[in-house]
């Protein structure tokens, strides 16, 4: 078990890789009464043409899959493991991305119990195609209701319109035509291939013994078999740089207008700490342009272009990454317009001054100090950036590294018109 | 969703002041001035009961050196709001309203007649997690796990003001069919036909709700803000022992003070 340390910040983490390949990480947090602990494959919606484990040909799987698994693991022979947790005291809970699936508990009593339950449920699947029968029925109830939120179809029509041939444009949760083709053979396939502990990390942070920890949870990992570890082939047909779609407005049952405009990215084969500069550049550049505080934010409210549900955010993965910044208005097409020529002028002339980037550094820095408050999203984000080859502590030295000269190389880069576009949700008729 | 749950409060509760939306409405919100607004804004510091709360890594000696310093504020005597108004109805209402969505919206409301602070309020919170608060709950194993209606299904409580809302998602063609499996888990809330194993489970979750809220400054806040907002004094450790000694019999005695109110249907086509 080796021990890093981040004096900066006053958090130490504890690692150790085990023999089957499970990433474990500790965090002790004194002082805290609750324990959190995430279990995750690297795993997502997006990963659904892969070679399964063991065999010689491709499978193109249907979509949603990655997350119907999820739904699925909770059922066991036995009964469901909602009661297990909470019989001990804990909270359960799953949630699966475009490139992870997390399994997690929290609780402030029976640890050692619950960190068991969590790894036991997640490592032995069971199956029936009864269950997967009867699961259908609520994913698309699931699935309907995203269909009726109208942020979340502004969200994936926006990604659609970057993306002609790469997953991350299909709903993660699938539709109900998708979702009626998966079988328990293709989810065992599935989980073969991805949910073995060398494609996995455990995190556990919390009032906890690292020590002890670790001896248990190597412990219960020494019980279970596990091939050997092999490289998991994925598939993913060539991306074109430039977007599918320059506009798509979609008419649903809303009051006010959304329009949201987004830029495809275009290094998205990076990682480690060029892609953690890369990603925290381009957040700082687009806090310091549509941030609370902005000229082009004061810009747009006094003038009643939006209102307080306007905001913006960065993505990035391996094979796709996309900004996207906007939010309610009553003049969508208004406010495309003024967005991307707020964009485009960013890049010219002295906009962005040496003031404007330590104030926006110290503003990121005093935001993340904030999010490390919280285990939630200690746990999280630092699988995020594992998977990533990425480290959550440098978040503070890179952010403190970034150069006037760097935002402006980036900006220059990121942002072109020929990789903008525009989603809105409109009131019908 | 949100707008299911606003129109159920507006029908279960129209003639009471909850029912009001608190970003007032369209026509209101043109009479706003300059002027009126800031009268207000005087008005309600003058007047209003003002509660300062500081958590963190602080100086206490520092903080109150501060703040008696920067807020220099008049005694003043809020009035007090009596939130419990209960406008009875007679019968349950119920109200379909069709729009152009693909899932219906199913929103019930109850009255609970039990208030933060009351002695029975703990054997509501019990009474709220076996019936419909957590992933264990009888509502999540029978609308969802069972008949397989919903991916959401659950209750909640208002508890300063004595109401219970059940809300879930589900086809439009088994509006029937939901309601009648809710209406039967009250039931057997009433009967006592729960288990002593629900009932230990569902009180070391609350308790671990409870202090996990504390680990962070904001639901610390909130809880001992609860006490102001109810006029009571209860102390966290009480909050926390008192689920421990709940019992079957006062879990069934809350269940027979529940009271259905309004049941309001968010629907595609006319039934």
């Not at chain 1, 003024?338 to 906009?351: D, I, P, T, W, Y």
Request: with cysteine.
């Amino acid at each position: 078990m080796e021990k890093i340390e981040f004096n900066q910040i006053q958090e130490e983490i504890y690692h150790e890789k085990l023999e089957n390949g499970l990433e474990v990480f500790i965090l002790p947090k004194k002082g805290f009464n609750k324990t959190y602990a995430t279990f995750t494959t690297k795993y997502g919606s997006i990963d659904n043409h892969f070679m399964p484990l063991e065999k010689s040909e491709f499978l193109k799987v249907p979509d949603g899959i990655a997350h119907f698994l999820e739904h699925k693991l909770f059922e066991k022979e036995d009964g469901d493991v909602f009661q297990q947790f909470s019989k001990q005291g804990a909270s359960a809970n799953a949630f699966t991305s475009f490139t992870r699936t997390a399994y997690l508990f929290s609780s402030t009593s029976n640890v050692e119990q619950n960190l068991e339950t969590l790894m036991d449920f997640v490592q032995e699947p069971y199956f029936s195609e009864k269950t997967v029968e009867k699961e259908k029925g609520i994913i698309g109830q699931e699935i309907t209701m995203y269909d009726d939120n109208p942020d979340w179809r502004l969200y994936f029509g926006l990604i659609q319109n970057m993306y002609q041939n790469h997953p991350v444009s299909i709903d993660i949760a699938g539709t109900v035509e998708s979702i009626s083709h998966i079988t328990k053979d293709l989810l065992y396939e599935c989980y073969g291939t991805f949910y073995h502990p060398s494609n996995m990390l455990l995190f556990v942070v919390g009032p906890v013994d690292a020590t002890k920890v670790m001896e248990q949870i190597k412990e219960n990992q020494a019980k279970k078999n596990y091939s050997k570890v092999q490289e998991i082939k994925r598939q993913f047909e060539n991306e074109p740089l430039e977007v599918a779609k320059k506009k798509q407005v979609l008419p649903m049952n809303v009051q006010t207008s959304k329009c949201l405009v987004g830029i495809k990215a275009k290094h998205v084969e990076q990682s480690g700490a060029e892609m953690l500069k890369h990603e925290l550049t381009i957040n700082i550049i687009f806090d310091f342009l549509f941030g609370k505080s902005s000229e082009n934010y004061q810009e747009l409210y006094s003038k009643g272009l939006i209102d307080d549900t306007f905001s913006f955010d960065y993505s990035q993965e391996k094979g796709f990454g996309f900004a996207m910044v906007g939010g309610d208005t009553n003049e969508p097409d208004t406010l495309a317009d003024v967005l991307k020529k707020m964009l485009v002028s960013a890049k010219q002339g002295e906009v962005f001054t040496l003031e404007g980037l330590e104030r926006t550094k110290k503003k990121k820095i005093g935001t993340f100090l904030r999010a490390i408050n919280s285990p939630e999203y200690i746990a999280n984000q630092f699988t995020r950036y594992a998977f990533n080859e990425m480290n959550l502590f440098d978040v503070v030295p890179t952010l403190e590294s970034i150069s006037l000269d760097d935002v402006k190389a980036v900006m220059d880069d990121f942002i072109t018109e020929d990789r903008f576009t525009v989603c809105q949700v409109v009131p019908k008729k | 969703m949100r707008y299911s749950n606003v129109r159920l409060i507006q029908e279960m509760c129209k003639d009471e002041t909850y029912a009001l939306y608190v970003h007032g409405n369209l026509e209101e919100v043109d009479a706003i001035t300059e002027q009126n607004l800031y009268d207000y804004y005087k008005r309600a510091l003058a007047e209003d009961e003002l509660d300062l709360y500081v958590v963190g890594d602080v100086d206490n000696d520092e903080v109150t050196k501060f703040v008696s310093h920067l807020f220099q504020l008049e005694e003043r005597k809020p009035s007090t709001i009596d939130r419990r108004t209960i406008h009875k109805k007679e019968e349950v209402q119920e109200i379909k309203e069709v729009q152009d969505v693909k899932q219906g919206k199913l929103n019930i409301g109850y009255r609970t007649n039990v208030y933060f602070g009351d002695e029975d309020y703990y054997a509501l919170q019990i009474f709220n997690g076996i019936y419909g608060g957590f992933s264990h709950s009888k509502l999540f194993i029978n609308v969802r796990e069972k008949a397989s209606l919903a991916y959401y299904v659950a209750s909640r409580l208002e508890s300063h003001k004595g109401l219970m809302f059940v809300m879930s998602g589900i086809d439009n063609k088994n509006y029937e069919q939901a309601v009648s499996i809710i209406k039967e888990q009250m039931k057997a809330m009433v009967a006592g036909d729960f288990t002593e194993e629900e009932m230990s489970q569902t009180k070391a979750v609350i308790k671990n709700q409870y202090l996990e809220t504390i680990d962070t400054a904001r639901g610390t806040v909130e809880i001992m803000y609860h006490n102001i907002v109810a006029g009571k004094k209860i102390s966290f450790e009480d909050l926390i022992s008192k689920i421990d000694i709940v019992t079957k019999d006062e879990i069934m005695k809350v269940a027979d003070k529940i009271e259905l109110d309004t049941i309001y249907f968010l629907t595609e086509e006319e039934q």
